[in-house]
């Protein structure tokens, strides 16, 4: 009855369903349980109500926790992680999770795990979300192209970024496609520590998988270059660049809804502003140089 009342979008009946439920009026039951953790998931202001019921499915022979349990509720966790400072409020109910799931002898799936390995990458404990894809042949799983996009992201963040590039690559041997998010962050990570040629690579292999870089990620690139005074080098990529992505750049900028819309930005302009960045950067060392034989 609550799937009928959520499929009609008669939410009042099924919280009420779902409180009467609770207050012993059928037997309990593991799919039944189930369904009120999904549909309480589902609704905002019943994020607790969900933790509720688990905590009296783990007190009840007749309806223990599922792998299917364990899925809802990590990733309803997981929806919350937007914020650093909020991630951290909410790592501790994943790692009270994963350690209920072992002591009720579930064993995870790759999604279960993916999404402990996302929570710790997201709060940057990246040895704890190694630790877990280490562990995952235990349990009879694969690592796909989440766990290792992941994983990279999060070592990209910490400043691991040899790291990083280590698992994006074996990801890459495996035949896994990174998505666009974990592309722009090594790409810019990379071109922050100088290593334009990894930078650039991770860049190709983005644009031959029809994904294209965002505008950060290309002026991130191109700016560390004109830093090094290698504006030559920046007109050579731009010009690559260019030919692997048609001849314009589709760079994509995120609107305050948080959805990318897509702007074209012609070549040209990006020419622009690299010349004027190299003017800047030029005028700024040839002021450097006045202002110290001013001091002498």
Request: proline fraction near 2%; glycine fraction near 6%; aromatic fraction near 12%.
């Given at each position: 009855m609550i799937n009928i009342a959520v499929s009609s979008k008669r939410y009042r009946v099924a919280e009420t369903l779902v409180e009467e439920v609770l207050a012993g009026a059928c037997p309990p039951s593991l799919p039944l349980y189930n369904s009120m953790i999904k549909f309480c998931c589902g609704r905002k202001f019943l994020f607790n109500r969900a933790f509720d019921i688990y905590k009296k499915m783990t007190k009840c022979e007749d309806a223990k926790p599922s792998l299917e349990t364990y899925n809802l509720l990590l990733?309803?966790?997981?929806?919350?992680?937007?914020?650093?400072?909020?991630?951290?409020?909410y790592l501790h109910s994943v790692r009270s999770l994963a350690k209920q799931m072992k002591s009720f002898g579930v064993i995870p799936d790759t999604f279960a795990l993916n999404m402990i390995i996302k929570a710790y990458s997201k709060c940057l404990e990246v040895d704890e979300a190694i630790r877990v894809y280490r562990e995952m042949g235990l349990?009879?799983?694969?690592?796909?192209?989440?766990?290792?996009?992941?994983i990279a992201k999060g070592l990209c963040e910490?400043?691991?970024?040899?790291?990083?590039?280590?698992?994006?690559?074996?990801?890459?041997?495996?035949?896994?496609?990174?998505?666009?998010?974990?592309?722009?962050?090594?790409?810019?990570?990379?071109?922050?520590?100088?290593?334009?040629?990894?930078?650039?690579?991770?860049?190709?292999?983005?644009?031959?998988?029809?994904?294209?870089p965002d505008q950060l990620t290309y002026r991130t690139v191109m700016e560390e270059l004109s830093r090094e005074g290698r504006g030559d080098y920046a007109f050579e990529l731009l010009e690559e660049f260019k030919k692997r992505d048609n001849g314009s750049f589709s760079l994509r900028s995120a609107g305050k809804s948080g959805v990318a819309d897509s702007v074209d930005y012609k070549d040209?302009?990006?020419?622009?502003?690299?010349?004027?960045?190299?003017?800047?950067?030029?005028?700024?060392?040839?002021?450097?140089?006045?202002?110290?034989?001013?001091?002498?």
């Open positions: 990733n309803a966790l997981l929806s919350k992680f937007n914020k650093l400072h909020v991630c951290y409020v349990y009879g799983c694969e690592p796909d192209a989440f766990t290792y996009g992941y910490k400043g691991r970024v040899n790291q990083g590039l280590e698992f994006f690559k074996e990801m890459r041997n495996k035949g896994f496609i990174p998505k666009g998010s974990t592309y722009m962050i090594l790409v810019c990570s990379l071109a922050l520590e100088r290593r334009f040629e990894d930078a650039s690579e991770v860049v190709f292999d983005m644009l031959d998988n029809s994904l294209s040209n302009n990006l020419r622009k502003w690299i010349s004027g960045r190299i003017l800047t950067l030029r005028h700024a060392k040839a002021l450097s140089k006045t202002l110290e034989h001013s001091r002498t």
